[in-house]
Nanobody, 130 residues
Framework: QVQLVESGGGLAQAGGSLRLSCVVS???????????MAWFRQAPGKEREFVAS????????NYADTVKGRFTVSRDNGKNTVYLQMNSLTPEDTAIYYC????????????????????WGQGTQVTVSS
């Protein structure tokens, strides 16, 4: 059984920064580098939306237009961890942030659709005050 556990959420002021982490683990899990990883978020009263994704090697990245230039997704395959560095935060970034993963044989595919991802974390709350 594979688990995704997010951490790093909390309260930040507008203009501030937070760094989210997502560790992938499991009793028989040993192939993090076959996973495409992504971050999604869900604000109160809104549908969950794509934030960023990263291919297996960490070279190819996708961002939602709303976070492009402010957020950076990265991964450490040696630590089974994906990160989301969030800078220049605004109150509109307030949401529960979810880590997601899917196995793929493609070395370049990243993915932006929720339906593409099969594994999900429990989410971590990010609140940005004005």
């Amino acid at each position: 059984q594979v688990q995704l556990v997010e951490s790093g959420g909390g309260l930040a002021q507008a203009g501030g920064s937070l760094r989210l982490s997502c560790v992938v683990s499991g009793r028989t899990f040993n192939n993090f580098n076959t996973l495409v990883m992504a971050w999604f978020r869900q604000a109160p009263g809104k549908e969950r939306e794509f934030v960023a994704s990263i291919n297996r090697s960490g070279v190819i990245k996708n961002y939602a237009d709303t976070v492009k230039g402010r957020f950076t997704v990265s991964r450490d395959n040696g630590k089974n961890t994906v990160y989301l560095q969030m800078n220049s935060l605004t109150p509109e970034d307030t949401a529960i942030y979810y880590c997601a993963a899917v196995r793929t044989t493609s070395p370049v595919w990243t993915g932006v659709s929720q339906s593409s991802f099969e594994l999900w974390g429990q989410g971590t709350q990010v609140t940005v005050s004005s």
